[in-house]
């Protein structure tokens, strides 16, 4: 449901397209929904009515059942099928009062069948009740929109969320790369040889570990003075020689 002239303000009038064949019966309602402050189009016939309600986007539209040329329920048919027209509703003021027709408007789109003679007072009071139904739809509709958007967006967060965190894991993976390496997430250590006292010399470290939580690091060492090769693990900050 699309609001049927999003380009009128709610305090505008209220815009109504008239269609009958017969100007005076145009004029009747025409007089008296002018007195409510309404605006009033009029059409004469289907294709007219059709031309104006796209490009007036009337308020709602009040049309009798049989017209020249384009008849009133192929102009429902037609404006329920246009985008543009498709929510506005239509009221059949209708000389037929049989209910083959009146089935076949409703089966139309109409929102509404009125049978002939109709009173301008009795058109206004369906008139109002049919725009309030409408209204009370589109303001269903923009709760419902409302509605969708905000799980849309909760969506959207907790995807972004979970994607978020997979990325992490993802990363921390990486960086829990097992394997040799010089450049250790901790910073190996200044040491010095424990048989000769002299400064050792760092060669690598190696990242092992139960998981990414929980890495081990062990540096290598060396005593240039050939005293061998010393590891260093930084959990238990023992130095040992290994080689
Ligand atoms: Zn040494």
């Known amino acids: 449901m699309t609001i049927s002239n999003p380009s009128r303000l709610a305090d505008e009038p209220i815009l109504a397209l008239i269609v009958d064949r017969d100007q005076d019966t145009r004029q009747m309602y025409a ?12 059409a004469s016939d289907g294709r007219e ?4 309600a796209i ?15 384009i008849d009133g329920i ?14 506005i509703p239509v009221v059949f003021v209708t000389g037929d009062a049989h209910s083959a027709d009146i089935e076949r408007a409703t089966a139309a789109g109409g929102d509404l069948v009125l049978t002939k003679p109709c009173l301008p007072e009795h058109l206004l009071e369906e008139l109002r009740r049919v725009l309030d139904h409408a209204a009370s739809l589109r303001a269903y509709s923009s709760a419902v929109q409302t509605d969708a958007r905000r799980k849309l967006a909760h969506a959207d967060e907790v995807l972004s969320r979970s994607v978020d965190t997979v990325y992490r894991r993802h990363t921390l993976k990486k960086a829990h790369h097992r394997g040799d390496t010089t450049n250790p997430p901790q910073t190996p250590p200044t040491l010095v040889c ?17 998981s990414s939580k ?16 010393f590891q260093y693990r930084a959990r238990t900050r023992k130095l040992r020689k290994v080689a």
Do not use: M
Not at 217 to 228: A, L, N, T
């Open 214 to 229: 929980h890495p081990e690091q062990w540096d290598y060492f060396e005593c240039e003075s050939g005293c061998g090769t």
């Open 74 to 87: 192929t102009l429902c048919g037609l404006l329920r099928r246009d985008v543009a027209t498709s929510a």
């Open 194 to 210: 424990p048989s000769c006292d002299r400064p050792l010399t760092y060669r690598r470290s190696h990242i092992g570990g139960v």
């Open 31 to 42: 007089e008296y929904l002018k007195l409510g402050h309404w605006l009033v189009e009029e």
């Open 49 to 52: 009515a059709l031309a104006k």
């Open 55 to 69: 490009t007036r986007r009337p308020d709602v539209i009040v049309t009798e059942t049989h017209l020249p040329g």
